[in-house]
């Protein structure tokens, strides 16, 4: 196996740095290369005003998005996660997007299963020539997370039995970075 | 010895001696009335290795998917067994051709380890029977009845296809028994998480869950590739919260209700509570059951122009 022993520590949330006062919602935006990426480039370079609280991933396609990584997500703590593809009919790989709306349709429902309010997640269409409508999607996921707080996070902590560095690298290593 | 011993026996011996089959998967007794284990009959003077009653938990389902590529088997299966084989059916996993499923309708099955919590002494256990959908034991002094909801598997409670939906010989008859409703989470969403996070905090990562489950047969598991980084080794809430909701996510439209990863959990987690709740989810959005029909498409590998998703 690779030695990459870095990555099997680190997988502590951020809820600690939710001291009051300075919290600010944190949101993982997992957008897809062809239309929302690009979307999102366009409110950019159209200088389209809206908050810098989303953290961007990037995917070659909406069906890119394995479900593990909107959990891995909330497992670290963002207090909210946002998913933006082509819309139906519009993918580049054809149909991507719509095994990706089964699969996230059913995650909005088990979110809740686990007790997370579908209000933390978002799931959406946005393409190439929607700046303005991604700047709106962003300014309002952002504002209606600011109410609803900080995520209390996933798991409560078990004794461990061996010392743990806190480390960021397992959070590199599948590319959902968040400081 | 019951009927349905007899009938297994018969068709055993039946399909060994024609040759139709190279090994009939069976239950053969175990080490207490209550238990069974798995056997692997080959020659036809063995069959009377094969038994059947209420203590056949195990899903043989998992041996069959071993047996691949080895030619013609044959299977004793009880209703969420025969299910499981149609998944891996539809997974092309096992071609149709290759498995004889011998189908019991199953009234349902003992968790040895609600003995105990029961009030029932399994060393003294001399004999254990099913009747009518009702349940038997003999401890030493003659047979009482005994309690259903107290000693079956928990999932078998719940089971609404106790009659195998896919079979090639059918032994026995519908039980005449209602499901019970199901389980409710806390309504109130932090409850919930909390709920989760309680339950999930005993889990020691041993995988019996997985190990047992006749849908986890991938080669490698997520929870294997350390080096990717999805899930760390350590027994900690978060990573035990990943690994738990990300198996549930990789069994959604699979899973089939069988209940062995909770019987066989050394931390009494629910896994059925989830795994239940994953599967309504999945009958509500798309209309879809795990393993009721082995010509179906698997539910999350092809989609409908108008399912349900984000306004455009
Ligand atoms: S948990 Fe997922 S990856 Fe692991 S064996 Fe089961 S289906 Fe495969
Ligand atoms: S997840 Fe559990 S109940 Fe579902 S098929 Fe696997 S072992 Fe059976
Ligand atoms: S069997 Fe129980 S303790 Fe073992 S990994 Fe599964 S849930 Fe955890």
Known sequence: ?179 | MNSQTEQIRTEARRLLESGEVSVVIGYGPGSTPARATPVFVRRAEDVDRLFWSPACAQNLALYVREQAGRGKVAVVAKGCDARSIATLIQEKQIRREDVHIIGVSCSGVVDPGRLAPAGLDEGTLKSLAAENGGLKADCGDGEVPLEREAVLKRACLFCDTPVPPLSDTLIGEAPPLQPAADQTLPEDLDARREFWAEQFSKCVRCYACRQVCPACYCKECFTDRLPVGWVSKRIAGPENWMYHTTRAFHLAGRCVGCGECERVCPAGIPIQTLMRRMASEVDALFGYRAGMDPDAEPVLATYRDDDDGPAE
């Open chain 1, 1 to 179: 196996m690779a030695e990459t022993p870095e990555v099997l520590e680190g997988t502590e949330t951020m809820n600690g740095q939710a001291a009051e006062g300075t919290w600010e919602p944190k949101i993982l935006g997992i957008l897809c290369n062809w239309c929302s990426y690009a979307g999102a480039d366009l409110a950019g370079s159209a200088r389209l005003q809206h908050p810098p609280n989303v953290r961007i991933v990037r995917v070659p396609c909406s069906g890119r998005v394995d479900p593990q990584f909107v959990l891995k997500g909330f497992m670290r703590g963002f207090d909210g996660v946002l998913v933006s593809g082509c819309h139906p009919g519009d993918c580049h790989y054809a149909k991507g997007n719509y095994y990706a709306r089964r699969r996230l349709t059913l995650l909005t429902r088990f979110l809740e299963t686990m007790g997370i309010p579908r209000e933390r997640f978002q799931f959406q269409w946005v393409s190439a020539s929607e700046g303005a409508r991604w700047a709106e999607s962003v300014r309002e996921m952002t504002e209606r997370i600011r109410k609803l707080g900080p995520f209390q996070g996933v798991g409560r902590p078990v004794p461990l039995l061996i010392p743990v560095v806190a480390r960021q690298s397992e959070a590199q290593a599948v590319g959902v970075e968040a400081r």
